[in-house]
């Protein structure tokens, strides 16, 4: 069973920065692309970016593109989202997830279950 340790998320205002992390298990982590994705309530969930399994290539939708940066440590299963100049629209909660794909022609899928998320809160 794939578990999914999401932390890092806070409360900052606009203009600062913070860096969400992802601890996964369950599965062979250095197999797998990895994506981060958000839910705020009442909107639609976004892929928010994606980066393959050698972080060869990497995606970013253009809501946080130039903003975010993803990276991750296969050594330690561990995946990571650098935010900077961030803004009141970035508020939500941000899951991590395996995915299916990270390729600028597909869109990113999950592969299990979503875990409980960390919550960003950025002030205006």
């Known amino acids: 069973q794939v578990q999914v340790q999401e932390s890092g998320g806070g409360s900052v205002q606009a203009g600062q920065s913070l860096r969400l992390s992802c601890a996964i298990s369950?599965?062979?982590?250095?197999?797998?692309?990895m994506g981060w994705f958000r839910q705020t309530p009442g909107k639609e969930g976004e892929g928010v970016s994606c980066?393959?399994?050698?972080?060869?290539?990497?995606y970013y939708s253009y809501s946080v593109k130039g903003r975010f940066t993803i990276s991750r440590d296969n050594a330690k299963n561990t995946l990571y989202l650098e935010m900077i100049s961030l803004k009141h629209e970035d508020t939500a909660t941000y899951y991590c997830?395996?995915?299916?794909?990270?390729?600028?022609?597909?869109?990113?899928?999950?592969?299990?279950?979503w875990g409980q998320g960390t919550l960003l809160t950025v002030s205006a």
């Open positions: 997830a395996a995915v299916d794909y990270c390729s600028p022609t597909r869109t990113q899928n999950p592969i299990h279950s």
């Open positions: 369950g599965l062979t982590f250095e197999n797998h692309a």
């Open positions: 980066i393959t399994w050698n972080a060869g290539f990497t």
